[in-house]
């Protein structure tokens, strides 16, 4: 739990020009602020008013688990090679980045009225978290990008968890691409993901939100109990 919240401190103080990055190896103007949907939003403190939600449950959204690895940096492929951006630090907020956009567009479109969420997993009637597999990259050597995310809703009644994973890939990028242009790219990708997720999303809220909890081993043994006693009482002599 500390190694999170330090974690997320830190990523609060990380200075905002340690996001600008380019595939030339070279300093760049650092695109301006309303270039980014990813940015740093303070949330709702308090837990969400359920009567004036759409759907009637809570829905709990928490950290992304998009960890700063080769497989979920922003990276770029040029002449069949991996290449990481200079000064690839600023690569390790990803999993934040992700968060803040995920609750940015829920809040935004009102997938749910209100909402709670926090960097830890709190159990409440259900958590979405996510990964992603791949992306966001730059296939220079096609002229290709693509960013791939995948959505875990957890209905934490049931133990049930639906699995979503959505794919944007976009053609004819050209060789040239400028920090503004890459942050366009994320943008659009994200952008579109989310469009795609809201239906799902709330598709599957209300199909799960009246589901109950199966019975635990306690219960039943009780229930077979109280059956046994019962029976043996029908099958008793009368006096």
Do not use: C
Request: charged content about 20%; glycine content about 2%; proline content about 5%.
């Amino acid at each position: 739990m500390k190694k999170y919240i330090l974690l997320s401190i830190a990523i609060l103080t990380i200075p905002f020009k340690a996001f600008a990055f380019s595939i030339f190896d070279g300093p760049i103007t650092v695109p301006t602020e309303k270039a980014y949907v990813l940015h740093q939003h303070r949330g709702d403190s308090g837990l969400p008013n359920i009567g004036e939600a759409d759907v009637n449950t809570t829905l709990l959204v928490y950290s992304i688990q998009a960890q700063a690895v080769k497989s979920t940096d922003m990276f770029y492929i040029k002449d069949n090679q991996i290449h990481q951006f200079e000064n690839s630090a600023w690569a390790v907020p990803i999993s934040k980045m992700l968060t803040v956009a995920l609750f940015e567009y829920i809040l935004n479109t009102n997938a749910v009225t209100r909402l709670a969420f926090q960097d830890i997993n709190i159990r409440q009637d259900f958590t979405l978290s996510g990964t992603t597999p791949y992306g966001p990259i730059l296939n220079l050597d096609t002229h290709k990008f693509y960013f791939y995310i995948t959505f875990y809703l957890t209905n934490e009644k049931t133990k049930k968890t639906l699995i979503k994973t959505i794919k944007f890939e976009k053609s004819d990028i050209g060789d040239n691409i400028t920090a503004d242009q890459y942050v366009d790219l994320t943008n659009i990708a994200i952008n579109d993901i989310f469009a795609q997720l809201r239906p799902w999303l709330i598709e599957h809220l209300k199909i799960e939100k009246n589901k109950k909890a199966p019975p635990s081993l306690l219960s039943s043994l009780k229930i077979t109990s109280n059956k046994s006693n019962n029976s043996s009482k029908d099958t008793s002599p009368d006096n």
